[in-house]
């Protein structure tokens, strides 16, 4: 029986880790794709190895809270089986709805319904972590608004990431060991631009890992019959990987095409940003989804650069006289090889002209399914739980 449930409870997290390969993959490589900088298999193959670098390391503890810390009993092998079943339905929800799925957020709500089916939820935990959900955004906006205002104008005004045709390196093959050197056209910024770009996104790679791998992991660690801890990583990581390789391709095409068309270097701060404060929240131990840092990062570079020919406090009140806010601003090209207009003066008319950043219905619809998700879960598992108490 115990075999039985165990094999259940990995066909379903090799479910779940299969269409977090297939969302994280495209968001994390999908920029890099579209810039012709790697292929779509190197992609997911380098996806795949710094997935398991973040799920083994940092997301250790994010597996800690979710299998010990929500609740204040272990997890048992059945509970969790059952948990993966609705954060898959979760999954299933937001694919049909057309969003990044907030897994972690899912998962949480899922044990948080356990919990409170069995009376043995740690209020204290999901206070704390429920308060960075609320707090993450916030954050996330901040710091694209005050990159987007006073730095995004003027990196972009001194660094171009340009691809050539042919191949960026080449070997040499003049003495008995052949050397690396440049590609026919390639230039030393070229390479050194790629070389940026791809560390980028391994480190959102590893980001991804650390909040994703648990939640395909931690259900299937606990309980009699359990998992290893380690094999769990591994199971959570080969899915993570397949949905890289198969489904991800799409995804990697079409990353952004609906909340945003945004440039390469705007898209490597969004990047940075948003797997630094994931990588964070990570390493102390609250579940959370990379895409809500990801998305409100994207608005609040929109926001800031757009916001240039003002005042923070005409931006912030909306007391702008005829001075209309576009946040798409982002979107246009500055005027290469003149000097970005100071903060507080007009910006070139295709800078003011420019379309939408975001689609504001498309933030309101990632936003919702923020909150419905974990809701839905929650619910779901509550009422599971009750009609079903011996599971637990």
């Known amino acids: 029986m115990v075999e039985t449930v165990l094999l259940v409870g990995v066909v379903a997290s090799i479910f779940v880790g299969f269409n977090i390969g297939g969302s994280s993959t495209g968001i994390t490589w999908g920029p890099s794709v579209g810039a012709g900088i790697v292929k779509k298999t ?46 898959g ?27 409170l089916a069995t009376d043995t939820l740690n209020y204290e935990t999901i206070a704390e972590i429920i308060s960075w ?13 005050v990159i987007g205002r006073y730095v995004y104008t003027e990196v972009d005004q001194r ?8 191949p960026l390196l080449t070997l040499e093959y003049e003495g008995t060991v052949p050397k690396p050197a440049l590609g026919p056209n390639t230039t030393r910024r070229e390479l050194a631009t790629t070389v940026v770009v791809l560390a980028v996104g391994c480190y959102m790679a590893f980001s991804a890992g650390a909040s994703n791998v648990p939640n395909a992991a931690a259900p299937l660690v606990g309980g009699v019959g359990g998992l290893d801890r380690d094999i769990a990583i591994v199971v959570a990581t080969l899915a993570i990987g397949l949905g890289g390789f198969t489904i991800a391709r799409r995804t990697m095409e079409s990353v952004g095409g609906e ?35 990801t998305v409100m990062t994207i608005v609040g570079i929109g926001w800031g650069r757009a916001t240039r020919p003002i005042t923070v406090r005409e ?3 909306r007391d702008v006289d005829d001075q209309e806010i576009v946040p798409g601003a982002i979107t246009a090209e500055e005027m290469k090889g003149e000097p970005a207009p100071p903060i507080g003066e007009e ?46």
């Open 42 to 87: 190197t992609a997911a193959a380098i996806m795949t190895f710094f997935v398991f670098l973040g799920g083994w390391t940092v997301g250790r503890n994010v597996m800690d809270t979710l299998s010990e810390g929500i609740i204040t009993i272990d997890l048992t092998l059945a509970a969790g089986v059952a948990v993966l079943f609705f954060i």
């Open 89 to 115: 339905l979760g999954i299933l929800v937001a694919n049909v709805f057309g969003v990044p799925v907030p897994t972690s957020m899912t998962t949480v709500g899922a044990i948080a319904g356990l919990g």
């Open 133 to 145: 959900w609320i707090v993450t955004p916030i954050i996330g906006f901040w710091i694209g608004a």
């Open 159 to 166: 660094i171009g990431i340009e691809t050539s045709d042919g």
């Open 259 to 293: 909340l945003s068309e945004i440039p390469l270097l705007a898209a490597l701060f969004v990047m940075v940003t948003a797997s630094t404060i994931t990588t964070i929240l990570s390493w102390i131990g609250i579940p959370i989804s990379l895409v809500m840092a």
């Open 315 to 317: 931006a912030v009140t």
């Open 347 to 392: 910006e070139p008319q295709e800078i003011l002209d420019a379309g939408d950043l975001f689609n504001p219905r498309a933030v309101i619809k990632y936003v919702s399914m923020w909150i419905i998700g974990p809701s839905m879960s929650t619910l779901l598992a509550y009422g599971f739980f009750t009609l079903v108490p011996g599971v637990a």
